[in-house]
């Protein structure tokens, strides 16, 4: 099956500063790349999404690239702000029905 | 329009015991997904169901079971319950018959087998 690995698993970056996260996966016929937030206490919530005929997606602060030779994808977060920090995880389709996670990165930011 | 909803939101249970957990899509969504998240494991794929049909399962013992009804609710049994069975239980709907369109979670249940 689909192996899905995140990293890092801890990220601290000061306010303003970028982000980065980044996933590796194993199978190349994957075409759909979701990434989730999940603030302390509270559900996973889809922020970005990336699919395969395309290499790069923005959406204000945040984008997704996707290296499908590689296979990888990143998530980056520009000009951090405090209610960025939460746990973010990675996910990867398989077979078309089901999504197989990465293991989170808790991303801190630092006033 | 509700989101997806999960009951109950917390649950204590006693080892060997067992519980059901429901999920309630969103209104017109016929998939439900089940995970269970854990601290050291993170989100671990249970099974999936479409138009009560179980097409995906992930690799969880038998005491693990679900269905789905015609309404698309879901449940979710876990049976002879373990200490390891403590967890949050997180369902999430999708739309269509594809993950493609991406999942919306419920608040989860968390459940503490003691």
């Known amino acids: 099956g689909e192996n899905v690995e995140q990293h890092p698993s801890t990220l601290s970056v000061q306010e303003g500063d970028s982000a980065v996260i980044k996933c590796t996966y194993s199978d190349s016929a994957s075409n759909y790349f979701p990434w989730y937030k999940q603030e302390l206490g509270k559900r996973p919530q889809l922020i970005i999404d990336?699919?395969?005929?395309?290499g790069e997606k923005k959406d204000q602060r945040i984008a997704v690239t996707l290296n499908k030779t590689a296979k990888h994808f990143s998530l980056h977060i520009t000009e951090t702000q405090p209610e960025d920090s939460a746990v973010y995880f990675c996910a990867v389709i398989q077979g078309a029905q089901k999504l197989v996670f990465g293991q989170g990165t808790r991303l801190t930011i630092n006033p | 329009k509700a989101g997806v909803t999960q009951t109950p939101r917390y649950l204590i249970k006693t080892r060997g015991q067992q519980v059901t957990l429901s999920c309630s899509p969103i209104?017109?969504?016929?998939?439900v997904s089940w995970y269970q998240q854990t601290p050291g494991q993170g989100l671990q794929f249970l099974f999936e169901?479409?138009?009560?049909?179980?097409?995906n399962k992930g690799n969880f013992p038998g005491r693990f079971s679900g269905r789905q009804f015609s309404n698309s609710r879901s449940e979710m049994n876990v049976s002879t319950l373990e200490l390891g069975d403590s967890a949050l239980y997180l369902c999430a709907s999708s739309l269509a018959m594809s993950a493609l369109y991406g999942y919306t979670f419920g608040s989860g249940t968390r459940l503490t087998v003691v």
């Open positions: 169901y479409f138009s009560e049909t179980q097409r």
């Open positions: 990336i699919r395969s005929n395309v």
């Open positions: 209104s017109g969504h016929r998939s």
